[in-house]
């Protein structure tokens, strides 16, 4: 039994290290036909969040994947027009099963020794924790003479990726492209994508500092 645990161990180490992306599933909601290209968005950070740090460090990603799909980030919210909200979060979940134990054992036909062989000869339960990390964007249209009470929601983004590794700081950024993969777009339902580390759009916001 402490074999397979070092075995299980093992495998789990090389899964989560030899990660090269991630499976995005994302839905949008629109109701417009499309954001023009050149649009300005205002990318809100809520300062009473329990992370306003990362929170900070994601808004600079976003801008950078609005200059990306040739959108202007706006220093100025009232000389945008759209303002982008987001929300990240991470949940947990346990799965349990069970497995076949393979190890060798010695073999016998009849009264004759027929050697070793190699196979399973019980079942061992097994437990794995995975983590849904969830984004979600909003964007508002806005006129610049009126309150934030007059915005209206014109699109709204989610995506979600189910791993065994947490490192939220890695995986927001396949969030992020996801989302812009469908940016303004209705996609009528849940959409699955590949993301992968070679993707110059993950290139380009991981090398953000």
Known sequence: MKNLSLI??????????C???????VNGFSEIDQIKQKSSFYVSVDPNSENPIFNKEIKARIE??????????AADLNKSDYRLTFQASMDSHQTSGFTPFYRPY?????EYWSGYHFGYTTYVPYYDTY??????????ARDPNTALAGEKVV???EAMISTSGEDFRRTI?????????YFGADTSRQRSLIVTEKDPRIIRIESLK
């Open 8 to 17: 299980l161990f093992a495998v789990s180490l090389c899964v989560s290290g």
């Open 19 to 25: 990660t090269s992306g991630y499976r995005v599933h």
């Open 64 to 73: 950078e994947l609005l200059k990306w799909y040739e959108y202007v980030p």
């Open 106 to 110: 010695m073999g016998f036909h009849g």
């Open 131 to 140: 983590y849904d990390q969830r984004l979600g964007i909003k964007v508002f």
């Open 155 to 157: 699109w709204v983004g």
């Open 173 to 181: 950024n396949y969030l992020l492209v996801g989302c812009f993969q």
